[in-house]
């Protein structure tokens, strides 16, 4: 296998995949905290929603250009691109990564209190939320890594 042929990297299937995977559990997260749900109460929850309002359109472009490459059989082996790809990734990554952390935490926050400041229901779904925004952290650092990995050989 060619340095080239990297799975995961820009322009092919398995890169259209996490992609996809990225763009679901960002979208599921962002709609299980806000839809319904007074998220904006904690400044936690509201840059959740912000991340995931970033992630959705970052990735949802990236899957069309990784499925059109893959239609067309012309993978983007642009060093700047690239580069470009690389360091949005990483940084959304960082980003999703804080904000499914500090959901977390206020989440447990809220259940662990005396005095339920959270109704179960209200708590379950924005645990599902923060499940979801680590999923798509850890979608979004692979998709990262294996772009960073495809770059030095350009």
């Not at 060093?79 to 999703?96: A, E, N, Q, R, Y």
């Not at 109704?119 to 499940?131: D, G, T, V």
Request: proline share 4%.
């Amino acid at each position: 296998m060619a340095m080239n042929d990297v799975p995961g990297s820009v322009g092919t299937s398995a890169s259209f995949s996490l992609r996809l995977g990225q763009t679901i559990f960002s979208s599921a997260s962002l709609l299980f905290m806000s839809l319904g749900v007074e998220f904006y109460s904690y400044t936690a929850f509201c840059y959740l929603v912000t991340i995931m309002g970033l992630v959705i359109p970052w990735s949802f472009t990236l899957a069309i250009v990784d499925g059109y490459s893959v239609l067309v059989k012309c993978p983007i082996r642009q060093p700047g691109i690239l580069f470009i790809i690389v360091i949005g990734d990483w940084i959304l990554s960082i980003l999703t990564l804080a904000a499914a952390c500090s959901t977390a935490s206020v989440v447990d926050l809220l259940l662990h209190t005396n005095g339920s400041y959270c109704p179960q229901k209200l708590c379950s779904r924005y645990q599902i939320s923060a499940a979801m925004a680590f999923l798509t952290w850890f979608l979004s650092s692979a998709s990262s890594l294996f772009n960073l990995w495809l770059l030095p050989s350009l």
